[in-house]
């Protein structure tokens, strides 16, 4: 393709260059420059409109740019027209250029008496021309120079005799400048090659113009300015990107200054030692001057922040002692010293992000509380004290009375709280134990003043319905042993409602550090319930059964999912063809192993995320950000079978975990939160008389939240379930629910004794994938994590091996094409987190469910899971029944009523086969009691069949945890060291 200049049009084959930005840059605006003199116009037509791109080339000649983007030659065009238009009084843009001759246009007077170079009328001696050497000097000069003026002074001298003719006079130093300039002007020219020479005229014009936007157009910096080593540095590099020879011998930096005293006005250079010279405009001469000058004298500077420091410490001894009286808002940081606090953290800047902003906020809002906990009065600072001793006291701040507080929560330790005092960061402990007992005294007297007898925790609003839960609390500790019972109040957050429950007012008057008084605490008369009859004539078991079948296809599809990944793992690159024994092989070895006709019905749970302990809900979301590859099968880093052994790192080989497939396919839901409702019982709910007194508890609150005619929902375990439907008109005052968490236990322990002694358990030791301990931590359901995950990595591990016997090589090829595709998806979501790629995965897992459905797929597969007989027989009940399980964790994680309903009654057969005598006999009254809300309560069955019956703590869809769950985390918070722990044996303290 031809080039063409887009200077000169020309196409003539000499050097061109490519336009990178920056020279399009500059060519566009000296063309504006020169049209303001009626010059270039048609080039400026040319090139104004050229935006620089990496698709389109731009190409010149270095001539035509070194002649157009000349800095000097603009700044002599320049001059000429404004002395032009100032003697003609016209506005001349078309005028001619001046060749440098001994015209009388360029010809200026001067005056003779003084130096011929400088015309200035100094005090320095000025010499004159008295020898022919001397004369030959000033020919030289007037043949080299490149100041027009100075050769307009010496244009008629001729000979060596002339200057002396005409009495010149010069001084010493102009004398010997303009020579050393010709001497080096020479050398430099003798240096570089002929072809080098427009590369090195370009150069000079780029840094000249890199100079000049440095020191006179850069207004972000109060002194511009740029030192000779970077400036001969950036000049090394466009030499070497304009193909010009470098010489390590040359210095060129007295050329670099001759460029830029040539091109840039008011420039000016200054040493400042060892250091590089600083380069500026002259503007601003007085100013860096000043910057770099030693010895300056700060008095001035001293004595305006004196000023400023009588100004804040007026502020902060005009500010009232502060005490902390539950709240922290009431608390009015002084404007100005926070002001200053700020400027001096970031300046006088303004257009910061709002992070940014925030950060800078807090800081200088911490730094002015800090100076004031500081503070000293005047009548401090000049009472006489009659030994050597520490201030007394100090301003009372947020920052130190929050900080205290923390870390007294934290560990409740003395040493810790006295450490952050000494920085004089944090109140002493003794006035962290006065506040905890004022914070005790004012719940106490909530509780004895209002009429319900009650507190209430300060997050709860009028109008929206709460849910419930009670559990006992037991801890044994060194200092003794812990039984007692506690609520859980839990309400959905929303906008705009005002609060109902009640701010803690502290007492400042209040200075005990021990808790003298105590809540008496009365317990309703409650004998145990002798009539308990029940029945639910209506009631018939798998009602429901069959509703849900598109939760129970997308488990099969995230099972084809992880089928897949595993297959590519330890089988060929065709997906599903895994060299392994056939099932028909399995149940020939293992025909000794068949098991009882009693052992057919398990419960098992295939997720990765605990369903009980502190983090089975809040993991989700990390599993999804820290876990790109299959986490299913990170059940051990100590095995080397081959299903448990972790993915390779490949795009290709990650899939989702069940909780990550769930949480990318469903939507969020609305944040709750939660609390304990004060007092702590101090006695267990067993009794009958605690567990009523609990629940009249929650029917006090709910009638106060949301008035009267609401039943409270309530969630409670198994044990406390059973006593809670014997009690009289049960159903009538509250409506009682069996917590997720625990039947989730109970079906770990049926599936426990369902594969005790199957062969399972001895794959996982020979496997090395747990050890001897662990396995019968599993089979016990002792360890619910690890139960999880166990069935998870044999769940996928038999579903792989049962796609070599369902479906052909063909079939399975098609199958991997389809599955591959949303695989795919994932990993680039994994690695991307963009929510474009998670709606592409969602609709490629409802596209691959469409096609399974309609090539009857799910229905091949029940049909033969149903033909199986022997070892498939009980490995396929193995199958369906920690789906079972997989789909009731999936209701409380979506928040599905009917769902959780549905998989309850299929849980149901697996309680009475395995000995949970308490969930296999209560399990069906309680399906039962909810699905008669339906005709008994319709606004209680609405506000559950609304998906609140599971509570979410954040906004990461498919992590909404049961009510009993969440009262176990609560639980696991007071658990610890500033808990309950070391205070069990002290009666105030437990109080408190």
């Known amino acids: ?206 840094i000249a113009n890199i100079v000049q936007s440095v020191i006179t157009d850069n207004s972000e910096l109060d002194f511009p300015s740029i030192d000779m080593k970077s400036i001969q540095d950036a000049y090394k590099s466009l030499l070497e990107e304009n193909g010009v020879e470098i010489s390590t011998e040359t210095n060129y930096k007295p050329h670099i200054k001759n460029v830029l005293l040539e091109a840039i006005p008011d420039i000016d250079f200054a040493k400042r030692g060892p250091k590089p010279e600083i380069v500026f405009s002259t503007i601003t001469k007085e100013k860096v001057m000043a910057q770099f000058y030693e010895g300056a004298d700060v008095r001035d500077e001293m004595d305006i922040l004196y000023k400023a420091s009588r100004i804040l410490r007026t502020e902060i001894s005009e500010l009232k002692d502060w005490q902390f009286t539950g709240t922290f808002n009431d608390f009015n940081t002084p404007m100005k010293l926070q002001q200053l606090m700020k400027w001096v953290i970031g300046g006088p800047h303004t257009n910061l992000n709002v992070v940014r902003e925030l950060q800078i906020e807090s800081s200088s809002r911490n730094l002015a509380q800090h100076i004031v906990s500081s503070f000293r009065s005047r009548r401090q600072l000049t009472y006489e004290t009659k030994t050597d001793s520490k201030f007394q006291k100090d301003k009372r701040t947020p920052l130190t009375v929050g900080l205290a507080l923390t870390s007294y929560q934290a560990s409740r330790s003395r040493t810790d709280v006295e450490t952050l005092n000494s920085l004089q960061v944090a109140a002493t402990y003794d006035e962290v134990e006065r506040m905890t007992t004022r914070m005790a005294m004012s719940i106490i007297e909530d509780i004895k003043d209002k009429a319900h007898g009650v507190h209430i925790p300060p997050f709860v609003k009028h109008g929206i319905r709460p849910l419930y839960a009670i559990d006992n609390i037991d801890l044994g500790s060194d200092s003794g042993s812990f039984h007692g019972a506690d609520l859980l109040i839990a309400q959905k957050e929303e906008d705009g409602i005002p609060l109902l429950g009640s701010d803690i007012k502290l007492d400042p008057n209040v200075q005990d550090k021990a808790l003298k008084a105590s809540l008496e605490l009365g317990y309703y008369d409650c004998d145990k319930p002798t009539d308990l009859s029940m029945s639910h004539t209506t009631y018939k078991l798998d009602t429901m059964k069959g509703m849900f079948t598109n939760y129970e296809q997308l488990n099969i599809i995230w099972l084809l999912m992880s089928s897949w990944v595993v297959a590519r793992v330890v089988g060929t690159e065709n997906g599903f063809a895994i060299a392994t024994k056939s099932l028909q092989e399995l149940d020939l070895a293992q025909a000794e192993l068949e098991p009882a006709e009693s052992n057919q019905n398990v419960v098992a749970l295939g997720e990765d995320i605990s369903p009980t302990g502190e983090t089975c ?376």
């Open 1 to 206: 393709m031809e080039c063409a200049c887009i200077i000169c049009e020309g196409t003539e084959s000499v050097p061109f260059s490519v336009a990178s930005a920056a020279s399009l840059e500059t060519i566009k605006t000296f063309c504006k420059n020169w049209d303001k003199l009626g010059k270039n116009e048609d080039v400026l037509r040319r090139v104004k409109d050229l935006t620089f791109s990496e698709d389109t080339k731009y190409h010149y000649h270095r001539k035509c740019y070194q002649s157009l983007c000349h800095q000097g030659h603009l700044t002599r065009a320049q001059k000429k027209y404004e002395e032009d238009f100032a003697s003609s009084g016209a506005n001349k843009k078309q005028w001619r250029t001046s060749r440098i001759t001994p015209s009388s246009k360029t010809r200026k007077t001067f005056d003779q008496d003084m130096c011929v170079f400088c015309q200035s009328n100094d005090k320095t001696a000025v010499h004159s021309v008295t020898s022919s050497d001397m004369g030959k000097k000033f020919l030289a000069i007037k043949a080299s120079s490149k100041s027009e003026e100075i050769c307009a002074r010496l244009a008629f001298i001729y000979s060596d005799k002339d200057a002396f003719a005409q009495n010149m006079k010069y001084h010493t130093n102009c004398l010997r400048k303009e020579t050393r300039d010709i001497e080096l002007s020479k050398h430099f020219k003798d240096t570089i090659s002929e072809p080098d020479s427009v590369g090195k005229a370009i150069c000079d014009i780029e």
């Open 617 to 992: 809900a809040e993991d989700a979301p990390e599993e999804t950000t820290q876990n790109g590859q299959n986490n299913i099968q990170n059940g051990s880093d100590r095995g080397n079978g081959s299903v448990h052994t972790a993915l390779p790192e490949t795009a290709s080989q990650k899939a989702p975990t069940w909780s990550t497939f769930n949480s990318l396919i469903n939507g969020k839901t609305p944040i709750w939160n939660v609390g304990i409702a004060a007092p702590l019982y101090r006695r267990s709910p067993t009794e009958w008389p605690v567990l009523l007194t609990i629940l009249k508890q929650a029917q006090k609150i709910n009638c106060i939240t949301v008035g009267e005619g609401h039943r409270p929902i309530i969630t409670l375990d198994g044990d406390l379930y059973d006593r809670a439907v014997k009690l009289k008109d049960y159903k009538k005052n509250w409506c009682i629910r069996l917590g997720g968490l625990h039947i989730t236990m109970a079906a770990l322990k049926c599936l426990g004794k369902y594969i005790d002694g199957s062969g399972i358990d001895l794959a996982w030791e020979t496997a090395d994938v747990y050890g001897s301990a662990t396995v019968r931590q599993i089979l016990d359901g002792r360890h619910i994590y690890r139960c999880i995950e166990a069935h998870t990595i044999t769940l996928v591990a038999i579903f792989t091996l049962y796609l070599q016997v369902v479906f052909s090589d063909q079939e399975r090829a098609v199958l991997g094409e389809k599955i591959s595709q949303a695989v795919s998806s994932f990993a680039s979501y994994a690695d991307g987190k963009t929510s474009y790629i998670a709606e592409t995965f969602k609709s490629q897992v409802t596209e691959i469910q469409q096609e399974l459905s309609a090539s009857n797929i799910f229905v091949r597969l029940n049909e033969w899971k149903e033909q199986g007989k022997g070892i498939q027989k009980f490995l396929t009940n193995y199958l369906d029944q920690v789906q079972v399980l997989l789909m009731f964790t999936a209701a409380t994680r979506t928040s599905n009523w009917r769902l959780h309903l549905a998989k309850m009654e299929e849980l149901l057969p697996y309680f009475h086969a395995h000995d949970q005598y308490n969930y296999g006999r209560w399990g069906p009254l309680y399906v039962a009691d909810m699905l008669e809300l339906q005709t008994t309560d319709p606004e209680t069955w609405t506000f559950l069949n609304d998906g609140n019956f599971a509570i979410t703590k954040h906004s990461v869809p498919f992590t909404a945890i049961d009510p009993d769950h969440a009262i176990e985390q609560e639980h696991k918070k007071m658990k610890i060291k500033a808990g309950f722990i070391g205070i069990t044996g002290n009666e105030h303290a437990l109080e408190k």
